[in-house]
């Protein structure tokens, strides 16, 4: 029995200005229709893990072959991570090391390229990422980087773009996998291209890693030389990163990742993702993922009878990417004003976008929290109506104060994981 006399104080008797913030973040997050593709809610179960004893211990190395002593619980905790991902997604290696995504990309580089080498993958205006060599990443500036597009009538991936530019600049890494991508990826085309050109095949899920998992979005496991991913997003786990890959390719990896960016790997972190693995393998969450695609579909179908326009016209997956130049406003605006009315999103250049990317035509929706709140195809129509609301009372703040009335009791009636308020 612990004595009260050596009892700690609590967050909000140490530091009651932080404690406040966390719990106004809380309330938020609750009160909130949270619409940023790239978040989610993780469970009890996965805060409690990423809170744990865990944070105080470093662990330089890998699973048997540490730098420092005490390591029996650590290299417990990572080999169980690992063979949960392994399990999950069918990989023949796994490294949970990574302290995020960008991190795994750029471990990637250093296992296979060269600083000057030349790489491919979609361009950022187009939706890729800023890791597949866009200019203003270090990817980009240490490597030559020959983005491929989009078509201008379509908005979709222009595979015959694709093979033409590798063909001609002999890339080292192709890249597959975006951020603002609504349509699925072609694993196998990419793969085709690779190998005409003896390059390695990397494959970024971070996206729709949850989904892939479900079997809601082919797996490019076993395709992909590389697959590299977050694990937050679709996946509902902590903040971090993860690389699968090839047997042949398992040393490469691991020493790009120790030592060769990283020291001692977040060991809450791992914990967390092993939680959220084993949440992930479970019949409920399945049904969780592919609701997340029903419902994007649902978003989009009600958005377009509502005038909006979106690219690609519909989603194949989590997100949707929709152009408010036919409604006379701007995507910055827009967010801004949707916030302001309780619904969050972020705003996004579109392909082709004659706007600067600071202040954009469009905005990027995803649906994978609002799924986790079990929010389905009826709240879908509801969301879409307030976002019609919104757009026509943009500069009037009493009508957006009642559209934020409306959102907080929509999402009343739907808990939220890991917030108890």
Request: net charge neutral; aromatic share 6%; charged share 20%.
């Amino acid at each position: 029995m612990t004595s009260t006399a050596n009892r700690e104080p609590s967050l909000s008797e140490t530091d009651a200005e932080i404690h406040g913030i966390i719990k106004a973040e809380e309330r938020r997050q609750f009160e909130s229709v949270r619409m940023i593709a790239s978040e989610n809610y993780v469970s009890r179960a996965v805060l409690e893990a990423t809170a744990s004893v865990l944070t105080n211990k470093y662990s330089e190395g890998y699973a048997g072959k540490r730098y420092y002593q005490g390591q029996v619980n650590c290299d417990a905790v990572e080999v169980l991570a690992c063979s949960r991902i392994q399990k999950l997604f069918g990989a023949e290696h796994v490294n949970v090391q990574p302290y995020s995504g960008s991190p795994a990309n750029l471990a990637v580089y250093l296992a296979f390229c060269k600083p000057g080498d030349t790489v491919m993958g979609l361009g950022l205006p187009a939706g890729g990422h800023l890791t597949h060599g866009w200019n203003v990443s270090i990817t980009g500036k240490y490597f030559k980087s020959v983005p491929y597009g989009v078509r201008p009538d379509t908005h979709r991936i222009d595979m015959d773009e694709v093979r033409k530019l590798a063909l001609e600049h002999r890339p080292r890494l192709l890249f597959c996998g975006g951020t603002a991508y609504a349509r699925t990826w072609d694993f196998p085309a990419f793969r085709a291209i690779a190998d005409e050109i003896g390059a390695i095949l990397v494959a970024d899920i971070a996206h729709v890693s949850g989904l892939v998992a479900a079997g809601v979005h082919p797996s490019p496991v076993g395709i992909a030389d590389v697959v590299t991913s977050t694990t937050h997003k679709t996946l509902r786990g902590p903040r971090g990163g993860m690389i699968l890959c090839k047997a042949t390719h398992a040393k490469d990896i691991d020493r790009a990742v120790f030592p060769g960016l990283q020291g001692g790997p977040h060991n809450h972190t791992t914990a967390a993702l092993a939680v959220a693995a084993k949440e992930a393998s479970t019949p409920a969450f399945k049904e969780y993922a592919a609701n997340i695609v029903v419902n994007a579909k649902a978003l989009g179908d009600a958005l377009l009878e509502r005038g909006f326009a979106l690219i690609t016209g519909g989603t194949d997956n989590h997100l949707l990417l929709v152009d408010m130049t036919p409604k006379g406003v701007a995507g910055k605006p827009y967010a801004q004003a949707l916030e302001r009315a309780g619904i969050v999103c972020n705003y996004n250049s579109i392909p082709f976008d004659p706007r600067k990317p600071f202040d954009p035509s469009g905005i990027r929706l995803g649906t994978p929290a609002i799924t986790s709140r079990a929010m389905g195809v009826t709240e879908m129509h509801a969301i879409a109506g307030f976002m019609e609301r919104v757009v026509t009372n943009i500069a009037n703040e009493s009508e957006l104060d009642r559209i934020r009335g409306d959102v907080r009791e929509l999402c009343s009636a739907f808990p939220a994981p890991g917030i108890l308020l």
